[in-house]
Each structure stands twice: as structure tokens, then as C-alpha cells.
């Protein structure tokens, strides 16, 4: 760091009484960072020296070195800007020899977040602030905190508090609070190095963040949080599920790990999430349009070159596509079907796997519910669940009469047929059920004794 423009300015000296003092220096070339006090200081003990006034403090992020923005600021402020700005003003009372606290605001106007190349994220608003510093005439630390902040981010809007802290040797922080309105695929790729992977509008409902270090890839290694998002009207551009489901089940795709490129777009994606240790868990995650919910948990690791993924998700389609795969009907006439999934690899190319053996077994289990439902009720009414059974009549000695032609039963129409080849699996699963139904119905009548003679 190099200071420059070094300026001190005492008028009626006087160690014994508070006098007039202004200062002002420049940090680093090009005038990147401003400072300049007026005030007064005074009267001088061996352990004390006191000042109160104006701090100012006028920082062009934009003309700092590369090399100390790339270090000490992170990637996602490499490139702020020329145009950037942040001008804080505070009012200062303390002690030179121990510690002053100023209090004020904080301007940030059109500080550009993230890589230019793939698209960046203008922050700018004003906001409270306290800044205390620690015995700052000799070995200088401090603790930063804006406790109520509403910037504008993007089209959005971030709203929280930050609290940063300097002890000599690393600096520790902290960050909670919420953003709304906000492009994701603009701040995935600010943040990190997701970019083109999810579009829509994010609504970051909560967030809590911590971090340390002594630059900034030691406090991005370092981040731990939480939160819940929400994005609505998007898509992810991982690749098109109802169309790799459908490929899967019908055979016509080959590997077993293949995949249809192309997008899913969604409504609504929502899910809370956990980051630490270079890696983000979703654990709840739902995705819903027109046709489908998917529903999963999983992470993805970040830190490499590659977005490493592993997520199982399970997936309710419905209408047309649901039909086509054989699903059953649900009460409302619509035609339903579940796909378990699983996804691995990479954002890059990533690996889905259908398992198509509990894909038959669900397949079968509901179709084997809704026959025999279909026969009880048929056969055997008063038998479900929702009626109470009737006892039946005692047998009567008399003939039966002959059933007159055209009076006969009529005929039972065709069973559904099952999916996968599966229409005779269930006919033993039948037949048991009509046995049991049969015999408990011999149970509840009331046993014959022959007459006396």
C-alpha cells in the first residue's frame, strides 16, 4: 500500500488544551482512496489524545491495483467499474491512543459486481453505519457495521446488515437478510461460477453468512450459511427431465446414463439450502410447471473447475406425457405417473439415471390398488372401507327360479391393462383377495342347526 498527499495541518498549538487539526492522504496511485479529517485533538496526556470532527473517506474502486482487488476483495469485485464509487461520512469522538467511533453513512453508487464477460451486477443505495477503531495512531484495528441496509442490486433489491472485522491479522464477517427481484443467472454469476444454469426471477427470502480469512480466497473457502430461496417464471438449463423420463421408459435413448439436452422450465423452484466447506445442500428442493413436480435433495461442490452434482429427485407428471407412460387416473380424471431420478456428474455434463425397476413396481403397485378397489366394489359391495358391511340373509330352502333369457348379468367389462407387460401379475394377487373376501363373508352367517325330530 502506498500513501501519498500526505497533509497535517495544526493551528494554536497547545499540549495542555484542544486545538484545531486537519489532515488529509492518499492510499495507493491515481488517488484510489481519499482520507481526510477535520477536527481538533487535544489536550495531550502520556496515554491519551483525544479528537473528535469530520472523518471522510472517498474510495474509487475501479483505480485500485488488480493484483489487491483480486486479493483482498475476491473475484466478484475484480472488475468494479470506472465509474464506481463509495463515500462514506462520519462524525468521530475518541481517543487517538484508544479508540474512536464514528458514526454516519455510506454511499455506494454503481459498484459493478462479478465477471464483465459473462455479466455483472450494479450495487448501489446509501446506508447507516458505525465504525469503531482501535488504538489507530499505532497498531490500528477495526469492526465495521451496517446494521439496516437497502441497496439496490441489479433490478432487485437486497435488504440486510454486514458486519465486518479487522483484529491485525484477519478479517472476520458476517451477513444476514434478504433479496428480492433480482435476475438469478446475474447474481450466480457474480457469486460464482454457475453461470447460464438457472433463469428467472430470485426471491432470496432469508439468508445468514459467515466468513474469515486473511484474503479473499481464504474467506471464500471459509463461507458458512443458510437460507431459503425462491425463483419463479424460470428454467434450468441442465437438461430437458420430462423429455429424458420419457426417452428412458420408452428405450429410446441409449446409455443408461444418457440424457436429452435442452431446458426445464418451471413456475416456481423453491428450497432451503446450507453452504459450507465449498459446498451448497439443497435438501428440499420443488420444481413445478404445467406437467410435472419434481421434488429431490442433494448439493453441488464448487472450488474445482468443474460444479460437481449428486441429487435424487423423484418426480409426479401428469396429464398427456403421464397417459403415454401408462399412469392411472387420479380423482380428479388425470392421467398421473412417478419417476424416480437420479442426477450425478457435473453442471458440464451431467449423468441421469431412471430407475425403471421401482419406476414397474410403482407402476404395478397403483394399478394393483385401483383393480382390486374396482373388483370389491363390483363383487363384493359393502366391503370398502368407507361402507359398513350388511349381513347377509339366511339361505332359503325354497327352489330358485330360472333365470328368464335376456335377464342374465351383465357382462364385466375388460380389466385395465398394466404397462411393462405386467397385465398377469396381479391375476394370483386377485384371485387371494376374492378367496379372503369370500371367507370372511362366510363368517358373518349365522350357522344352520338341523331340525328336531
Known sequence: MVVRNLNVTLRDFDPAA??????????????????????????????????????????????????????????????????????????????????????????????????????????SGEAPVLLTLIDPAANPTYDFVMPDASFRLGEGRWQGGLQVQFDGDRVRGESQGAVSGVDINQMLSAFSDADDLLFGKLALKRYSVKFSGRDAAQMQRSLRGSGELEIEDGKMALFDTLQTIEKKVMKVIGSQDSYVKGVTSFVRFSTDFEVGDGRLETPNMMLRNDEAVLGGSGFLQYGGQLIDLDYQISSLITGALAAALGGSKNAEGEAQVSAPLRVTGSTESPKVFLDLAAFAKQQAATHANRLLESLIKKKLPGWLPEAAPETPAAPSAEPTAPVPPGAESPVEEEKPRLPFGLGGILDSAIQKAKDKARDEVQKGIPEQKPPQE
Do not use: C
Open 18 to 123: 484542544a486545538f484545531p487539526l486537519n489532515a488529509d492522504l492518499d492510499l495507493f496511485d491515481e488517488e484510489a482512496i481519499h482520507l481526510q479529517f477535520d477536527g481538533e485533538t487535544g489536550p495531550f496526556t502520556p496515554k491519551s489524545s483525544p479528537a473528535k470532527g469530520k472523518l471522510i473517506l472517498d474510495a474509487r474502486p475501479g483505480r485500485l491495483p488488480e493484483k489487491f482487488r483480486r486479493d483482498y476483495m475476491g473475484e466478484f469485485l475484480a472488475s468494479p467499474g470506472g465509474g464506481s464509487w463509495a463515500h462514506l461520512e462520519t462524525d468521530v469522538q475518541g481517543d487517538l491512543l484508544g479508540t474512536l467511533v464514528a458514526t454516519g453513512d455510506l454511499h455506494i453508487e454503481d459498484l459493478q459486481l462479478g465477471d464483465p464477460s459473462v455479466g455483472q451486477l450494479p450495487l
